[in-house]
């Protein structure tokens, strides 16, 4: 007999809450090992003995064959010299101790379990709130760790005999599944203010949509505001309700098919599209499309895509009561423009009462909101918009070595906060926008509960520079010393942090708007950046941005401001925009007094400005009823200019002769000046306005290019680094990312981090780390 050996193996990653311990014992079983495994909070600890060749098999067993939704990102193996002599393999209960903590997101129901809620042999069959070790709700309900359901919002509904016996035994697919029910003693789902609950309330909601009506839907990490995507009349009257004339909505499809009837979905989409985190993706319109209605997603080549991922979303679309319902619904974020996603019935009376007919609720509550992922492709890989649902907070790891404790509050717009202990970085949920302060109540509260989980104590408080912010005044009443960070550097650390980029890079950090450290606008910034800083190498040629937060929302008046400033002239200016139909003359005058004596008017180099304000000169779009609505717009002309007419050209658009590039006092300039002035010259020309669409994309990646050359020639850099709002136009970075690697650069983008404010805290946090290890060392 060969001689036996212990060990002692720790587990991390997402390794709580998806059958780990029950897959470990198997495992164990086949290959004859003893000991025990232990929930450790962190990590899973295994205690492993038998032969060398049967636990070199188990461990990997384990690495290779993990349970479906667990995530392992580190395995430390130690021999153990004394050992107790084992004479089984035991599941033996959770115990707390500190170390790295990995909470899993929120899962999308699995095949086992929607096979199960439409089996009527099943006792399961139509419940609600169906759920295993593979699926369910995670972050979302959960108070502490270790991930047990007393510490979950679960703990409200003591398990029935039959749950109860499924939960302690390790040979069932539900063994320690902490939200474990059924319709016996699970949550139950109600209409608010009206009596039906359970299957009434369903089928209420069922035939209130189907006939044509708008009800407020809870799910997993909020409410949702839904109706027929078919019905223009239906869709009409929620985008009147909630004062949403233009902005896309997200829609839910009964099932795949239904999607590829609609959308063009390759192998890569169609992977996540119907995989364990199920986010709205952003897809291709077939062109013989004709099942969603024009109001879904007006003037939009594209359309948000997401399949059912709780048990109650199923049901919505069936159900065995005999209403026949459409196969899209609007599964639009239930909430207040700029508020946050309504969480409870409290808040769904308060804010939701108005958009619908009504609402069904249930009695599960929701710790933590978790608004729907929103991911685009780029290249066939994921390239995300918004991260939360189904990622949120899984953590990003980097090579460096750090060593402390930070919090990042985000930015001020698409908010969401990350927290960094070691090298280990956690982006929260999406929290919104936080001009409204139902937000930054949503913040503050968020950040204590996502510190409570990751047993986080920060050092600092990493925040932005503008000095006007809620999020700025959020970190500054932490109590905590403060460091603040430029907007546009914050994206460029982000991207190299996703990309575990240590290295000075050539950022470019194209978006709306950001405080400069000049005290101007920013926002199209190159900046030659590593992780202790960075220097302003270029920049888009500044303007004058007149009208303070108007002119984010009305890119004439961006158009009018750059028209005179090439012309000076009022007369010139005047006759130019009465033949583009900028604005009336009235508006005209009062644009030119403002700048004339520099009345709410700042410096300004942002790039989304510029897009809002050559959107207007080509007549696409003179103003935005939300935010990017212009700048999108632009990019859909040019997209339409490549697909359709570029691709049977003999030739490429001519390209203008002019200087790529200035020579400014401090920096580079990207010659936009003259770039507009070709524009406009050849739009009074009578060009077309798709084409020159797509000749700006064109022609700013090149003056980016250009000046990402010249600064490699000055530095010796290398590497590009692509973020900020900007870089969600997926032809401007098609374009820039090819042009940049003709010319021999390393580029680095984004791809689960989102390049708009989105994804700024990783790089105010890993910004935070940095500082905190140069003050440690001094």
Not at 136 to 141: D, V
Not at 151 to 160: A, D, G, L, Q, V
Not at 295 to 301: I, K, Q
Not at 508 to 515: H, I, K
Request: glycine fraction near 8%; include cysteine.
């Amino acid at each position: 007999m060969s001689e036996e050996i212990t060990r002692q193996i720790r587990i991390y990653g997402i390794v709580q809450g998806v059958g780990f311990r029950p897959t470990v014992s198997r495992h164990a079983a086949t290959r004859g090992i003893r000991g025990n495994v232990c929930n450790k909070g962190p990590y899973v600890e295994i205690y492993a003995q038998g032969s060398e060749e049967a636990v070199r098999g188990f461990i990997s067993d384990i690495q290779n064959r993990p349970p479906k939704r667990a995530a392992i990102l580190k395995v430390n193996v130690e021999n153990v010299e004394h050992p107790e002599a084992y004479t089984q393999f035991d599941i033996i209960e959770s115990e707390k101790t500190k170390g790295e903590i990995f909470v899993s997101p929120d899962i999308a129901i699995c095949d086992e379990c929607k096979e199960e809620i439409f089996d009527p042999r099943n006792r399961r069959y139509l419940h609600p709130f169906i759920n295993c070790t593979c699926c369910g709700p995670r972050l979302t309900i959960l108070d502490s760790l270790p991930y047990d359901r007393e510490r979950t919002s679960m703990k409200e509904f003591p398990m029935c005999p039959d749950c109860a016996k499924e939960y302690y035994d390790p040979a069932t697919r539900r063994y320690d599944a902490q939200p474990v029910c059924c319709n016996d003693c699970g949550p139950e789902v109600y209409l608010i203010g009206r009596e039906e609950r359970g299957r009434a309330a369903i089928t209420y909601a069922r035939k209130t949509i189907a006939e044509g009506g708008i009800v407020a839907i809870k799910g997993i990490g909020g409410f949702h505001l839904c109706c027929d995507a078919s019905n223009e009349g239906a869709v009409s009257r929620l985008r009147q309700l909630k004062r949403r004339p233009m902005k896309p909505f997200a829609v839910m499809a009964k099932d795949p098919e239904a999607v590829r009837k609609e959308c063009e979905v390759s192998a890569e989409q169609s992977k996540i599209l119907d995989g364990h985190q199920k986010p709205i993706l952003l897809l291709d319109k077939k062109k013989e499309a004709e099942i969603l209605c024009p109001s879904v997603a007006p003037g939009n080549p594209k359309v948000g895509v997401m399949l059912p991922y709780a048990p109650v979303q199923l049901l919505i679309f069936t159900y065995d009561d005999g209403i026949e319902m459409p196969e899209f619904l609007v599964m639009t974020s239930g909430n207040i423009s700029g508020a946050p996603i309504c969480r409870d019935d409290r808040e769904a009376e308060a804010e939701l009462s108005g958009f619908c007919d009504c609402m069904l609720s249930h009695d599960r509550k929701i710790r933590i909101r978790a608004d729907d992922s929103v991911m685009d492709f780029y290249e066939d890989k994921p390239y995300m918009i918004r991260r939360s649902r189904g990622y949120a907070p899984l953590p990003f790891m980097v090579s460096t070595p750090y060593q402390g404790q930070v919090l990042a509050i985000g930015g001020e717009l698409k908010n969401s906060f990350c927290i960094g202990v070691d090298n280990r970085f956690y982006p929260s949920p999406y929290v919104g926008d936080l001009e409204d302060l139902r937000t930054v109540k949503a913040l503050r509260e968020t950040v204590g509960r996502l510190e409570t989980l990751l047993e986080v104590e920060p050092e600092i408080v990493c925040c932005d520079m503008h000095p006007k912010y809620n999020s700025v005044m959020v970190a500054e009443e932490l109590g905590l010393p403060v460091v603040k960070v430029q907007h546009h550097y914050a994206h460029i650390l982000s991207c190299m942090a996703e990309n575990d980029c240590a290295e000075q890079v050539i950022g470019v950090s194209f978006d709306g708007t950001g405080y400069g450290t000049d005290g101007t606008i920013w926002g199209g910034e190159i900046l030659l950046s590593d992780l202790n800083g960075f220097e302003r190498a270029g920049s888009v040629m500044p303007f004058l941005q007149i009208g303070g937060d108007a002119s984010s929302k009305e890119g004439w008046r961006i158009a009018v401001s750059l028209l005179y400033g090439m012309t000076g002239d009022r007369e010139k200016t005047s006759e130019i925009i009465e033949k583009l139909e900028l604005c009336t003359k009235q508006e005209a005058n009062v644009q030119f007094t403002m700048a004339d004596r520099k009345i709410n008017a700042v410096m300004s180099t942002s790039a989304g400005r510029l897009f809002d304000g050559v959107s207007a000169i080509l007549g696409i779009r003179r103003k935005s009823t939300f935010e990017g609505e212009a700048s999108m717009a632009l990019e859909f002309a040019a997209e339409e200019y490549q697909k359709n007419r570029l691709k049977n050209a003999k030739k490429m658009p001519e390209i203008p002769t002019y200087e790529l590039l200035k020579e400014g006092n401090d920096r580079l300039l990207l010659n936009t000046g003259s770039l507009i002035k070709e524009i406009l010259y050849r739009r009074l020309n009578g060009e077309d306005s798709d084409r020159l669409a797509y000749i700006f994309h064109q022609e700013l990646a090149r003056q980016i290019t250009a000046s990402c050359v010249k600064i490699r020639e000055q530095s010796g850099c290398n590497k590009a680094a692509l973020s900020g709002g900007v870089f969600q136009n997926r032809l401007l970075l098609e374009l820039t990312d090819h042009m940049l690697k003709q010319q021999g650069f390393e580029v680095l983008k984004h791809q689960l981090v989102p390049p708009n404010d989105g994804g700024i805290a990783l790089g105010q946090a890993v910004y935070a780390m940095a500082y905190l290890d140069r003050n440690r060392n001094k």
